[in-house]
């Protein structure tokens, strides 16, 4: 039994491989995120060896609040003097001495804009002496308050050189340098990671990133000779108390690399995602393969059937033909994989100035994974069919209808069951608060229940398709072709209705959540111009007071509103806060309306919050709340006020001279400008940039400049949304072309027959290509429906978070339908070739 299964198996080889690739897709995704994942994970560990070597021990504060993605203090408590004494006194600690090294250093370009980044932090620090990793490239080190030296990849990405003038920005505003001399790192490295690091002299990077003059970041531990780091450790622990971290140079460098591994994790996970649709619609490509397969040798397994195999054998058959496309595909798939993983680390690296791509290798998790992946995928997919398989009667082999339909009552049943269980699980999510999870298992019910009565509504749907190509003969014949097999034309139709189902219903949702964005920006905000970040990031940006003074003045502006930001923790958790210079300014210019109590004034020892903030922390008007800020004690306000949710301003708002002592930075992050009626914009913003030059990282934009701003997130969403559907596409295109060629096989007398009375090749080709065409548009169809209705209905549920508007995306719909139509076209130029130059006599004659 097993020769005859591969004799079969080599005697098919085009429909297999057909078959195949789908799985080959899958794997590679697959392989080629993992691959890329392990070559930059031991690309960037490589890039940080070393990077500490100069410390045997580090000793800091534990911070007050951690940032929420990385775990790393956004302010960076300072050292005092009495604790360097007491670790310098501890037993085996040769010598302690105290550093600077803190984030927030940016160096403003000759372009008069501040540096773009090159992949990794920017530090500011106190010069600290060559050493094996670290030696002068040119110039000095900085001697004077005025000078500054910048590691070689920081110079070269600026264009600087010793001798050149330089502004920086730090937690104050710009400050103008000397590049006293230019360093680089043990192993001609320009920069470890990406960093970009400025170094100052002691005490003004103390001041400057520190903001004060008797404080370090941490004490460099160097150990006594024979001494044991782990016992020093201890040691250090016992003396300076709970509250600081002891860790040492490997453990430094393991942490920062760990923090460049952001990209990786996302990139890892958008393969995966790639990998997951491949998979998952190429398992409907799969079992079609095989079911058209089986229908095609009904006879040849009646026959077997006849000759005393048994159901087991049958079953064990077809599973032995899925196993082999299962292990030839995989090993195809990780093979691509290899190559995309390869590729993109380099187009990964690329991106992030002086990361070295370690050599290639393929980490023994990728193989195992796109092995079972590949052949369990194939052989689950196979199963149906081949249970299917065994069920045929030795009576079958005088039959001449082998491929006859049945009804396939139980799959009508079930899809009713659970489309109609998940309508009622959205209907409780939607109306009764059933909760997220009651939505997202009502749309997952309600996509499988369409999926499994597909094969009920593709033969009036495509009969309602073709009739546009029913005018001539070949587009009728072509029409009745698509809609003689329901059930195949369902399945083979699952691939691009999966796809476009899931980017329409994402689409939807996007351009649900871009109007809601859009129409709350264009309702609420007063102020005319804004000042913030290209991102609009208001964490990073920085905007002198002294400037924002001064536009105050100018003729025309009428209010202007400051605020800052940070994260802050409430208990164990974080909290995004924000400060107004001027509370009552800012409730005008953003238009904001009070939903309990008052928030017409912020009095000092209150704060104001906006309601899905009081709701998840379960506060209310006159509740007291503790706030851990970046800087100083815990304090404990009384709610004063709560405002409704608003896409401008959201969570905990404090009074400004709080902030001024407890925020990560004292400049505000953001500015709002309202101008008087009649006002000049164009005049007002020129005058407005002029003075606001040091203030690199922002840039004065109109209320439409900030839409723009806040849609870009949901085109790059879109953009990844595309990709997806590119994939789904792709597989689609392979199982149409599936279907047509093993359907042209099985009607080969057919289209000899049609040939024969005077259907020339051209018409031929035109049939086949109308069959295509309509398969694709019911897919594509049926996919906007049901991908359209789920979006909604996401949107509705996402009322909570904005989404305070429903809509849908009609061009890129249109879109869809359109491109739906390319691939029908597309994917029937092979079939249609093949069709088109059978032999008419051997096609009349095949049995």
């Given at each position: 039994?097993?020769?005859?299964?591969?004799?079969?198996?080599?005697?098919?080889?085009?429909?297999?491989?057909?078959?195949?690739?789908?799985?080959?897709?899958?794997?590679?995704?697959?392989?080629?995120?993992?691959?890329?994942?392990?070559?930059?994970?031991?690309?960037?560990?490589?890039?940080?060896?070393?990077?500490?070597?100069?410390?045997?021990?580090?000793?800091?504060?534990?911070?007050?609040?951690?940032?929420?993605?990385?775990?790393?203090?956004?302010?960076?408590?300072?050292?005092?003097?009495?604790?360097?004494?007491?670790?310098?006194?501890?037993?085996?600690?040769?010598?302690?001495?105290?550093?600077?090294?803190?984030?927030?250093?940016?160096?403003?370009?000759?372009?008069?804009?501040?540096?773009?980044?090159?992949?990794?932090?920017?530090?500011?620090?106190?010069?600290?002496?060559?050493?094996?990793?670290?030696?002068?490239?040119?110039?000095?080190?900085?001697?004077?308050?005025?000078?500054?030296?910048?590691?070689?990849?920081?110079?070269?990405?600026?264009?600087?050189?010793?001798?050149?003038?330089?502004?920086?920005?730090?937690?104050?505003?710009?400050?103008?340098?000397?590049?006293?001399?230019?360093?680089?790192?043990?192993?001609?490295?320009?920069?470890?990671?990406?960093?970009?690091?400025?170094?100052?002299?002691?005490?003004?990077?103390?001041?400057?990133?520190?903001?004060?003059?008797?404080?370090?970041?941490?004490?460099?531990?160097?150990?006594?000779?024979?001494?044991?780091?782990?016992?020093?450790?201890?040691?250090?622990?016992?003396?300076?108390?709970?509250?600081?971290?002891?860790?040492?140079?490997?453990?430094?460098?393991?942490?920062?690399?760990?923090?460049?591994?952001?990209?990786?994790?996302?990139?890892?996970?958008?393969?995966?995602?790639?990998?997951?649709?491949?998979?998952?619609?190429?398992?409907?490509?799969?079992?079609?393969?095989?079911?058209?397969?089986?229908?095609?040798?009904?006879?040849?397994?009646?026959?077997?059937?006849?000759?005393?195999?048994?159901?087991?054998?049958?079953?064990?058959?077809?599973?032995?033909?899925?196993?082999?496309?299962?292990?030839?595909?995989?090993?195809?798939?990780?093979a691509a994989g290899c190559g995309i993983g390869a590729l993109g680390a380099d187009m990964l690296a690329s991106s992030t100035d002086g990361l070295q791509v370690a050599a290639l290798q393929v980490p023994a998790g990728a193989v195992v994974t796109s092995f079972a992946v590949g052949i369990l995928v194939t052989m689950l997919s196979a199963l149906l069919p081949a249970v299917r398989a065994s069920k045929v009667a030795p009576v079958a082999v005088i039959r001449a209808t082998?491929?006859?339909?049945?009804?396939?009552?139980?799959?009508?049943?079930?899809?009713?069951?659970?489309?109609?269980?998940?309508?009622?699980?959205?209907?409780?999510?939607?109306?009764?608060?059933?909760?997220?999870?009651?939505?997202?298992?009502?749309?997952?019910?309600?996509?499988?229940?369409?999926?499994?009565?597909?094969?009920?509504?593709?033969?009036?749907?495509?009969?309602?398709?073709?009739?546009?190509?029913?005018?001539?003969?070949?587009?009728?014949?072509?029409?009745?072709?698509?809609?003689?097999?329901?059930?195949?034309?369902?399945?083979?139709?699952?691939?691009?209705?999966?796809?476009?189902?899931?980017?329409?219903?994402?689409?939807?949702?996007?351009?649900?959540?871009?109007?809601?964005?859009?129409?709350?920006?264009?309702?609420?905000?007063?102020?005319?111009?804004?000042?913030?970040?290209?991102?609009?990031?208001?964490?990073?940006?920085?905007?002198?007071?002294?400037?924002?003074?001064?536009?105050?003045?100018?003729?025309?502006?009428?209010?202007?509103?400051?605020?800052?930001?940070?994260?802050?923790?409430?208990?164990?958790?974080?909290?995004?806060?924000a400060s107004w210079q001027d509370w009552t300014k800012a409730r005008e210019v953003l238009g904001l309306k009070a939903a309990k109590g008052s928030i017409d004034t912020l009095a000092p020892g209150t704060v104001i919050m906006n309601e899905g903030t009081a709701e998840s922390r379960?506060?209310?008007?006159?509740?007291?709340?503790?706030?851990?800020?970046?800087?100083?004690?815990?304090?404990?306000?009384?709610?004063?006020?709560?405002?409704?949710?608003?896409?401008?301003?959201?969570?905990?708002?404090?009074?400004?001279?709080?902030?001024?002592?407890?925020?990560?930075?004292?400049?505000?992050?953001?500015?709002?400008?309202?101008?008087?009626?009649?006002?000049?914009?164009?005049?007002?913003?020129?005058?407005?940039?002029?003075?606001?030059?040091?203030?690199?990282?922002?840039?004065?934009?109109?209320?439409?400049?900030?839409?723009?701003?806040?849609?870009?997130?949901?085109?790059?969403?879109?953009?990844?949304?595309?990709?997806?559907?590119?994939?789904?596409?792709?597989?689609?295109?392979?199982?149409?072309?599936?279907?047509?060629?093993?359907?042209?096989?099985?009607?080969?007398?057919?289209?000899?027959?049609?040939?024969?009375?005077?259907?020339?090749?051209?018409?031929?080709?035109?049939?086949?290509?109308?069959?295509?065409?309509?398969?694709?548009?019911?897919?594509?169809?049926?996919?906007?429906?049901?991908?359209?209705?789920?979006?909604?209905?996401?949107?509705?549920?996402?009322?909570?978070?904005?989404?305070?508007?429903?809509?849908?995306?009609?061009?890129?719909?249109?879109?869809?339908?359109?491109?739906?139509?390319?691939?029908?076209?597309?994917?029937?130029?092979?079939?249609?070739?093949?069709?088109?130059?059978?032999?008419?006599?051997?096609?009349?004659?095949?049995?």
């Amino acid at each position: 039994m097993l020769k005859f299964t591969l004799k079969s198996l080599l005697s098919r080889k085009l429909r297999l491989v057909l078959s195949g690739l789908a799985v080959v897709l899958a794997v590679m995704f697959v392989s080629g995120a993992m691959v890329i994942k392990d070559t930059l994970n031991r690309s960037i560990d490589a890039q940080f060896t070393g990077a500490y070597a100069d410390i045997d021990l580090h000793v800091a504060l534990k911070p007050k609040v951690k940032s929420a993605a990385d775990g790393d203090a956004a302010v960076v408590p300072p050292v005092d003097r009495a604790a360097v004494d007491r670790a310098a006194d501890v037993a085996g600690v040769a010598e302690a001495s105290g550093m600077v090294l803190a984030e927030g250093a940016r160096v403003i370009g000759k372009d008069g804009k501040v540096v773009p980044g090159t992949g990794g932090p920017r530090y500011g620090e106190s010069w600290r002496p060559e050493s094996e990793l670290i030696s002068l490239r040119s110039g000095h080190e900085p001697r004077r308050d005025n000078e500054v030296a910048v590691n070689a990849g920081l110079a070269e990405k600026a264009g600087l050189k010793v001798g050149d003038p330089v502004g920086v920005l730090t937690n104050e505003p710009r400050k103008d340098f000397v590049v006293a001399g230019v360093f680089g790192y043990s192993g001609d490295r320009d920069s470890i990671g990406g960093e970009q690091t400025v170094a100052f002299t002691e005490p003004v990077a103390q001041r400057l990133m520190l903001g004060r003059a008797d404080g370090w970041s941490g004490i460099r531990v160097t150990l006594a000779d024979g001494a044991s780091a782990d016992t020093v450790r201890s040691a250090l622990t016992k003396e300076l108390g709970p509250g600081y971290d002891v860790l040492t140079g490997e453990e430094l460098a393991r942490k920062a690399s760990d923090k460049s591994r952001g990209i990786l994790d996302m990139m890892g996970t958008l393969l995966l995602g790639f990998a997951g649709v491949a998979v998952f619609v190429g398992v409907f490509l799969i079992i079609n393969t095989f079911s058209i397969i089986i229908a095609q040798r009904m006879r040849e397994l009646a026959l077997l059937r006849a000759l005393g195999a048994s159901r087991k054998q049958m079953i064990g058959s077809v599973l032995v033909e899925s196993f082999v496309v299962g292990l030839v595909s995989s090993t195809l798939g990780l093979a691509a994989g290899c190559g995309i993983g390869a590729l993109g680390a380099d187009m990964l690296a690329s991106s992030t100035d002086g990361l070295q791509v370690a050599a290639l290798q393929v980490p023994a998790g990728a193989v195992v994974t796109s092995f079972a992946v590949g052949i369990l995928v194939t052989m689950l997919s196979a199963l149906l069919p081949a249970v299917r398989a065994s069920k045929v009667a030795p009576v079958a082999v005088i039959r001449a209808t082998a491929t006859q339909q049945g009804r396939h009552r139980k799959q009508t049943w079930t899809g009713t069951a659970l489309l109609g269980l998940g309508v009622v699980l959205l209907g409780l999510g939607l109306f009764r608060s059933g909760g997220a999870s009651t939505i997202i298992s009502g749309v997952l019910l309600a996509f499988v229940g369409v999926s499994l009565l597909t094969p009920l509504i593709s033969k009036p749907s495509v009969q309602v398709l073709g009739a546009v190509f029913a005018r001539s003969t070949p587009g009728a014949l072509g029409r009745r072709n698509s809609a003689r097999n329901p059930r195949r034309t369902a399945i083979t139709a699952s691939a691009m209705m999966i796809g476009v189902a899931l980017v329409t219903a994402i689409s939807t949702v996007a351009a649900s959540a871009e109007d809601s964005v859009s129409g709350d920006i264009r309702r609420d905000l007063k102020a005319d111009l804004v000042a913030m970040g290209e991102a609009g990031s208001a964490s990073s940006a920085a905007i002198d007071p002294a400037a924002l003074a001064r536009i105050a003045e100018v003729p025309g502006v009428e209010r202007v509103a400051a605020v800052t930001m940070d994260t802050a923790t409430v208990g164990t958790a974080d909290q995004s806060v924000a400060s107004w210079q001027d509370w009552t300014k800012a409730r005008e210019v953003l238009g904001l309306k009070a939903a309990k109590g008052s928030i017409d004034t912020l009095a000092p020892g209150t704060v104001i919050m906006n309601e899905g903030t009081a709701e998840s922390r379960g506060v209310k008007v006159g509740d007291r709340i503790a706030l851990q800020f970046q800087r100083g004690d815990a304090h404990t306000y009384r709610v004063s006020g709560v405002f409704a949710d608003s896409t401008l301003s959201n969570g905990i708002v404090v009074p400004w001279t709080d902030a001024e002592a407890g925020f990560r930075s004292k400049q505000p992050s953001q500015a709002f400008f309202q101008l008087a009626s009649g006002a000049d914009e164009s005049r007002a913003r020129a005058q407005i940039e002029t003075l606001l030059k040091d203030s690199p990282e922002v840039s004065v934009q109109t209320r439409d400049d900030v839409i723009e701003m806040f849609s870009g997130g949901f085109a790059m969403m879109l953009m990844v949304v595309q990709a997806l559907l590119a994939v789904a596409m792709l597989i689609a295109v392979l199982g149409i072309v599936n279907t047509l060629a093993l359907s042209i096989l099985e009607r080969t007398r057919e289209m000899g027959t049609l040939r024969a009375i005077g259907l020339s090749r051209g018409q031929t080709v035109r049939m086949i290509m109308t069959e295509s065409v309509v398969i694709s548009l019911f897919g594509a169809v049926l996919g906007i429906v049901v991908g359209g209705a789920l979006g909604l209905a996401v949107a509705r549920a996402m009322e909570d978070q904005g989404v305070s508007r429903l809509s849908l995306p009609w061009g890129q719909m249109l879109a869809y339908l359109l491109g739906a139509a390319v691939v029908g076209v597309i994917a029937s130029i092979a079939p249609a070739r093949r069709g088109s130059r059978l032999n008419v006599l051997a096609a009349i004659s095949h049995g």
